[in-house]
């Protein structure tokens, strides 16, 4: 039986994709219809011998085609089951047949159905095609609205006149760039389902707080989940930011509302906590977060990574690195251990003297660093560069730390 289905919904694609092409070539202004009777005769007969007249083997049939078809745990079609339900496979491999036919893979449409199963009862031309085309006509391209969709599948179960065109429409005026617009759904896709009008009050209120409209489109266009907060949870928010002393008028303002908003308060003294425990005061901790305020969207334990290795493997003293506060938003494996790694043997060696500067090794661009500290010293440690190069080619492979073994450029 599940031979049959596949071999069927593989020849229901081929006479969907047909059935697409002719009638876009046949007219461009009336959509393509997909209907069972165009089908040829034999594949109808064989379709229909799945029909019953008896409801408990229609919900028999929904539960195994979504276990079979789309990998549904047999929780989860139990569950949909009461909500859908087919005699056979006829609807539902339309559906499919329709979302593969725009370049949707089998993993993205089970995906898709496992999140909005009712999407299988769906009229593919009616209900979805229209949707699809308004991102195509937007500039989208096939594979980039599949993972639109993919992403968010509550999308295809929107309105498309009285949601989804409207908060397109809002993000196109407010970017004054439907480029810019489409971007911003790309990057994410919800933009089209959870812009209630608490955004565009927050919108207002950044602006009464002093944000210039570029910093808010930056935010909008990258982080749009910002956004997506309570007028009143979002004010709040704004007049904590303001009052630790960040200047509305400068990017770092909104950083530091994209890290609040996005932060919970038992996470935030969690932090705070982590540097006090480092003997950081709390205006240490206050000037770090007003100075680099993405530092505190960090997790706790790579805060504490990082302050264990300047404190326990390199000797450092807590005060140092807090007035030195960039140090602690650098990346421990891709930055700070290939970097010290260097350092560890060119002091070995007695190539360089122990009150080297930490900004020149660690906060200085990539060229730079090299020059001073690799290629410089090509003949006295020629092992450097690769040393370097592998630790830094390698770093999302180590776990942690102690691993490290910093003797090994000798």
């Known amino acids: ?44 007969q064989h379709l229909y011998t799945f029909s019953s007249s008896s409801s408990s083997e229609a919900h028999s049939f ?27 496979p006829e609807k539902p491999n339309l559906v499919y047949a329709f979302f593969y036919s725009h370049g949707f893979s089998e993993s993205q449409i089970s995906k898709i159905i496992r999140s909005k199963p009712r999407l299988l009862l769906s009229n593919p031309l009616k209900c979805l095609l229209p949707k699809l085309q308004f991102f195509y006509s937007k500039g989208a391209s096939k594979p980039e609205v599949a993972k639109i969709v993919a992403t968010c599948p509550t999308i295809m179960k929107k309105s498309l006149e009285n949601q989804i065109i409207p908060y397109f429409n809002f993000l196109d005026g407010f970017f004054e760039s439907e480029q810019m617009a489409m971007a911003c759904v790309k990057r ?15 919108i207002k209120a950044l602006q009464e707080f002093g944000v210039p409209k570029s910093n808010i489109v930056t935010l909008l266009s990258l982080e749009p989940m910002t956004l997506m907060a309570t007028q009143n949870h979002f004010r709040k928010v704004l007049e904590e930011v303001k009052e630790m002393g960040f200047d509305p008028s400068k990017k770092a303002f909104t950083t530091a509302v994209q890290g609040m908003r996005g932060m919970s308060k038992s996470t935030w003294e969690g932090k705070i906590d982590a540097f006090k425990s480092w003997g950081w005061s709390e205006e240490d901790i206050r000037l770090l977060f007003l100075k ?67 900004r020149a090794v660690f906060e200085s661009r990539e060229i730079v660093f090299l020059h001073k500290f690799v290629n410089a010293y090509k003949e006295e440690a020629p092992q450097l560069l690769n040393l370097y190069q592998e630790m830094v080619n390698n770093a999302s492979a180590r776990s942690h730390i102690g691993s490290i073994d910093l003797d090994s450029g000798r």
Not at 65 to 84: M, P, R
Not at 188 to 200: H, N, T
């Open 188 to 202: 994410f896709p919800r933009a089209l389902v959870d812009y209630p009008q608490c955004v565009e009050s927050n």
């Open 62 to 88: 929904t539960v195994s085609h979504l276990i079979n078809s789309y990998g549904f745990s047999h929780k989860q079609a139990l569950s949909a089951s009461k909500y859908i339900s087919f005699k056979n």
């Open 292 to 358: 680099l305020p993405w530092t505190m969207m960090r997790s706790k334990d790579k805060i504490m990574a990082t302050m264990d290795f300047f404190v326990n493997k390199m000797g450092m003293k807590p005060s140092i690195i807090a007035h030195r506060p960039m140090l602690v938003s650098l990346s421990l494996e891709k930055r700070i251990i290939p970097r010290y790694s260097v350092v560890h043997v060119l002091l070995s060696k007695g190539l360089i003297k122990e009150d080297f500067s930490l």
């Open 1 to 44: 039986m599940r031979m049959m289905v596949g071999f069927l919904r593989k020849a229901l694609m081929i006479q969907v994709r047909f059935s697409l092409s002719v009638s876009a070539s046949s007219s461009s202004s009336t959509p393509p219809h997909i209907q069972i009777q165009t089908l040829p005769f034999l594949f109808r």
